[in-house]
């Protein structure tokens, strides 16, 4: 999920997740399904991708100079 909180030129495959840009193979989501390209302030949008599995459980997703870690095996699974 992202949203734009000032015009962005969004380009999916900017995102790098532990190193490695997204391919076209990678993003699950039809091209004509999430918004893309020259955006406007407000825009709200959903994309899915697939990566390979980290041995760690830790995935260092990028998009420019944002950064965020994401640690699965802190994630709590519900039933």
């Not at 004509?32 to 997703?61: H, K």
Request: glycine share 6%.
């Amino acid at each position: 999920r992202y949203e734009v909180y000032k015009p962005w030129d969004f380009d999916p495959f900017k995102i790098t997740v532990n190193g490695v840009c997204l391919t076209k193979e990678d993003i699950l989501t039809g091209f004509n399904r999430f918004a893309s390209g020259a955006l406007p302030t407000g825009t709200v949008d959903s994309m899915a991708f697939t990566v390979p599995r980290s041995p760690d459980g830790l995935y260092n997703i990028s998009y420019d100079e944002d950064h965020i870690e994401i640690d699965v095996k802190k994630i709590k699974r519900t039933k």
